[in-house]
């Protein structure tokens, strides 16, 4: 697992967020989106994946979209990015895009080391995902949902059920008290996914 890091590292706020090489083209942009908006210092760790659709999912299942199955690795994933949330004395947010959101909801359900969750267009669509949620309540009190308006128009499926997963997520999170709020962005999931993270990151920071 690769390390990048941005900021002030001796911060008392500490961003995680797992990436994979698409992410790092524009992790930069995202970091300085974050600067300028807050006054708060803080740091951001990115650890980068091997397997994306191995390494952050929380259990097995065949590949929805293109080959690759779903290992179900993330208890091992996250035993690894605990070792960066060692110090007690910081605030530790997670946070990412795509599956690393999904991998940021999940991870916060079993330590509570997170403040926050910033899960940018989350792959909430995951089979059985919102039912394990409902079963293991998360332990941040402050979570970020978003998603594109273009995100649920899709052919395949399963990944067309994500609108009404994700409107399923927020108001469970809410039934649960936890401060939670769900932003819709404009297009697809591709779009501005540096972005939506960053805006993530920021109204966690907030809470």
Known sequence: MDVFEYGNLSASIVLIQMVDDHDLASLEKEFAFIRENTREEFRLIALKVDHWNSDLSPWSLPA?????????????????VLGYCADQSKTYYIGGYSL????????????????????ASPSV???????YMREHEIHSNAVYLSLGDKEEKTRNPVMAAIGEKIRETHDLLREQSKNCVLEWN??????????????AFLWVMKQ
Do not use: M
Request: aromatic share 16%; hydrophobic share 45%.
């Open 125 to 131: 669509w995951f089979p059985g995902f919102v039912e």
């Open 64 to 80: 929805v979209y293109g080959k690759e199955d779903f290992g179900g690795k993330a208890a091992d994933t996250l035993s690894r």
């Open 186 to 199: 404009p297009g697809n999931h591709f779009r501005e996914a540096d972005r939506r993270t960053a805006k």
């Open 100 to 119: 690393a959101g999904l991998f940021a909801l999940w991870a916060a359900c079993q330590v509570s080391i997170f403040k926050g969750v910033a899960a």
